[in-house]
């Protein structure tokens, strides 16, 4: 029996346990009114957060959180066709964003970084953005920012089930099945998905011309399939009224061919493809007393990629976790949290040296406390110790004043310095006979102003704000070719610019009115090379200037009507070539059937509604416009 199937079933026997003991409970807990679910997110009192809302999250379901991020978010996603797509959050590199499970990071330890077109919207109710630098919290690879992903915790819901299939364009399908059931002392919930695409999309290519009609040949996609799936189950469990035990276990299957560039698409290449293989677990306690909080946590993360079928050229890693944290909601009158965590990994790449192995320890303090009740200050302090390799220090402070609080205004002013950085991969120092061992870890320094202005009225809300950021990154890390292609601190990189976000909402009779706008202005260079390269002042490659969204919506009882629009700007490719700026629109619209218990939905969407023509890797292809069809049935029981 396989390693992963000796998971899973030993997760379904973990989850019938818990559900013998919840029969045996009839009689209701006294919950006491505490939160459980108290993300470390709070301890970044200056940061910019934004969190993907319900209705946003709805329509996005069956697609993965690098589209939805590129919907409702200004942050660039360099992504292609076909299941590829990489984060670039403040102008910083892929590596420099950290992805969170419940809170552990889930980046890959070869690579640096997440796919997150790996990561289907399906599975998560809580989605959030954690914008600038913010190592002190969450440790390496956090010097854009972070995602985070979770669910809810929901208690005396009974049962809930939903379904949902789509139907779209380029023969694209999408299964998603959900169950969850909760009393006051046990709450379970299990979501699977299968996603299917074929990409056979139209489009010019620009890299096959007619030379007979002077025009480029429109071309169809090809070796652009896609087939993902996985499943995802929690289980948290009352044990007495101050011991809550979880578990939260997630797998997937992400397999995918390898997108040609426009010429190998015409003139014939290689149909390569590749198999991502993902567990993710994570089992612990929380115990409750007072204003005191315990957390334990075990975890163990297994990530398995193999390229055309070649058990070869396996490249994989397993890594133990385990996380104790103390939280005090009343010591000096202020929020502290003080904890460890502890990772073994353990590779299995072809191109490494056998016996690798490394341990990673952080230890960490976080202390948030109000004056006056007009400002919060915080302070985190995380101190990193890696086997084999140089620590590192990451302090944080930041301050929130209210100019004006009052019922139905606030006007605050954030200012915050964070100090990150990102432990070079395991591929950076050990890939044989390329990496370098030598490498330093990247360092940035972050500062950050803000000003938020809120109105909140019976029948609107509005909400702005304005945020400017400058963020230097030392010992940047990037292969070149030297005669060979190797990794080196090859750089010092400044990015700075300026973020603006406003929010209205208002009540129309019947109808409810929605607006979201996001605008960001980043310039991003090379202040020096420790190369001997002159740097040339130039945009770094693929971070466009300038990017903006914009979202409308209208909903009644029983029909919701949405319009996205979506700007990116020039990018600079690795060529010196400029890709154009373009403009996406996208319309939704859902009608809603309520039968006593018993939710339907049908929606209908039209993406890149104007049939635009970009690119978002040089001489990649991305689909014009497409049409889907879902359906979605809910019972609340």
Known sequence: ????????????????????????????????????????????????????????????????IGLLLSKYTPIYIKQNAVGLSTIHLRGTSANHTAVLFNGVNINSLTLGHSNIANIPSFLFSDIKIQFGSASALYGTDAIGGSIHLNNKIEWNKGMQIGLQQDFGSF????????????????????????????????????????FENNKFIIDTSRNSQVLNYGILQTVNYWLNQNLLSHIDIWYEDNWRQIQPNMSANYYGGDNAEILNKNTRIIAGLKYYTGTDKFTAD???????????????????????????????????????????????IKPEVYAYDKNLDENRVDAFLSFKKTFINRLISSINLRQAFVSNYSGHFSPSLGFNYSLIKDKSTKTDIKLSYSNSYKIPTLNDRYWLPLGNPDLLAENSNAFELSGLYSHKSKINTFDISLTGFYLIVDNWIQWINQ???????????LSKGIEMSAKYRKKISKLKFSANLNFTFNRVKELESYTGANPDNNQ??????????????????????QNNINYTGKRLTETGKVLNHYLLFDVFITRKIELKKQVFSIAFSVNNLLNTEYQNWEYYAMPGRNYKFSIKYNLNK
Request: glycine share 4%; with cysteine; hydrophobic share 40%.
């Open 1 to 64: 029996m396989s390693v992963i199937k000796k998971q899973l079933l030993s997760s379904l026997l973990v989850f019938f346990v818990f559900c013998l003991n919840a029969q045996k409970e009839d009689k209701a807990i006294l919950l006491k009114t505490i939160d459980i679910t108290a993300g470390k997110i709070k301890y970044m009192t200056a940061s910019k957060t934004q969190k993907i809302d319900s209705v946003q999250l709805n329509t996005m379901l069956s697609e993965n």
């Open 171 to 210: 023969h694209s399908y999408f299964s998603g099945i959900q169950f969850s059931y909760s009393n006051s002392i046990f709450s379970y919930m299990i979501k699977a998905f299968r996603s299917k695409k074929k990409n056979d999309f139209p489009f010019t290519n620009y890299q096959a011309k007619d």
């Open 298 to 344: 075990l975890g163990f993360i297994r990530d398995y990629q193999v390229y055309n079928k070649n058990p070869n050229n396996k490249i994989a890693t397993k890594s133990g976790l385990i996380r104790i944290n103390y939280f005090n909601t009343d010591i000096w009158t202020g929020d502290l949290n003080i904890g460890l965590n502890l990772r073994h």
């Open 483 to 493: 005669g060979n292609w190797k990794p080196v601190n090859k750089k010092k990189v």
């Open 540 to 561: 770094l490659i693929y971070s466009p200037k300038m990017m903006g969204t914009a979202c409308f919506s209208l909903t009644s009882k029983h029909w919701s009507w």
